[in-house]
């Protein structure tokens, strides 16, 4: 998967992609607005954020490229693609217990903390994307 050149953009399908694990410099885009929201998107190789409207949505330590990212109430979607592994951080109900796929593979039941943030690690190579669901118990 390539980066996302534009930082951030809507696809065809309605969903959001972001995010350039190739920038040697952190580069952010915002007051991106989309059905509604704004967003805005912080990105470079050690790691990209995205916020809806000044709220955390997705973090990824090393930076990473996400496309066809959608969510809805039960269920986050997405593929992500970095160089190497990465560790990313998402933003979902408080304290409510999640089922983690990765490439369709269920590698687990996961809560949530007070906050809402649940965190996956994954193993990644460059060229090659990982699709991630979370679904809601």
Do not use: W
Request: charged share 30%.
């Amino acid at each position: 998967m390539a980066a996302v050149k534009e930082l951030l953009r809507v696809e065809e399908d309605g969903t959001l992609s972001f995010g350039d694990f190739t920038l040697a410099q952190k580069t952010k885009l915002d007051n991106f607005e989309f059905e509604g929201d704004v967003y805005k998107v912080k990105t470079f190789s050690e790691i990209t954020k995205l916020e809806r409207n000044g709220m955390f949505v997705y973090e990824s330590v090393p930076g990473t490229a996400v496309e066809h990212f959608a969510e809805t109430e039960d269920e986050v979607a997405f593929t992500v693609s970095a160089k190497e592994d990465a560790q990313f951080t998402l933003e979902l109900e408080p304290d409510c217990e999640y089922i983690v796929y990765v490439d369709d593979v269920n590698i687990g039941k996961m809560m949530t903390n007070l906050s809402g943030k649940l965190s996956v690690s994954a193993e990644l190579q460059e060229g090659v994307n990982a699709k991630i669901r979370v679904a809601r118990v």
